[in-house]
């Protein structure tokens, strides 16, 4: 791997100040997609999906306890495996109770969902010392396939990242994928507002990147796109380029 060139401290902030112009572009473009994402129609969510966890089997808007928001990480474990993926294993390892107060504090809940069965899942918890937030088998239901992270031929189940990707299966029937989705509670009805797939699931990781994925964003500096839902203010200031 080879080093950046070796040049003089003028040299040096001439190149920084170019680059941060471009920083500043990226962070006004980051700003206007998150803008744009808040604003992204949802959908009702009218299916009873059911799921288990630590406490026994519970439905969707139980997984919001009393929170307006719900993320769910979709970590890849099939029903036929000993082990979770090793990608979805290290951003478990890296999720903090920090990352999570955080995320509630903006009245968003966040757990884990795979398709293994819950004694699988609760084993590997065990095991690898996850106790951060709760893990839910989908197992039995169509959650996963309906949100595109569980594949499957017999299904004719092959979307994955809003396409085609039969070549995903490869040799087999079926295949786990990661990604992320977003939930919002209006009263007694569930919406659907975001799923993030592939590269898409690589830029999150502290409480601020979680929260961009969600309908109601950091809620600090929020436009309301629909006016059904009442944002939460306050919170910390948001630092402008």
Known sequence: MSLPDVVSREQWLEARRRLLAREKEFTRSHDALNADRRRLPMVTVDKEYVFEGPDGKVTLARLFGDKRQLIVQHVMFGPDWDKPCPGCSAAIDELSPGVL?????????????????????????????????????????????????????????????????????????????????????????????????????????????????????????????????????GGDPTFTS
């Open 101 to 233: 107060r955080h995320v509630a504090s903006r009245d968003t809940a966040f757990v884990l969902a795979s398709r293994a069965p819950y004694g699988k899942l609760a084993a590997a918890a065990a095991e690898r010392g996850w106790t951060v937030t709760p893990w839910y088998s989908t197992h039995g239901s169509d959650f996963n396939y309906d949100y595109q992270v569980s594949l499957d031929a017999d299904r004719g189940q092959a979307e994955y990242n809003y396409r085609a990707e039969p070549d995903l299966l490869g040799g087999d029937r079926s295949a786990e994928m990661p990604g992320y989705s977003c939930f919002l509670r209006d009263g007694d009805e569930i919406f659907h507002t975001y799923s993030a797939f592939a590269r898409g699931t690589e830029y999150v990781g502290n409480a601020y990147t979680y929260l961009d994925m969600t309908a109601l964003g950091r809620q600090e500096d929020w436009e309301e796109p629909k006016g059904r839902v009442a944002p939460v203010r």
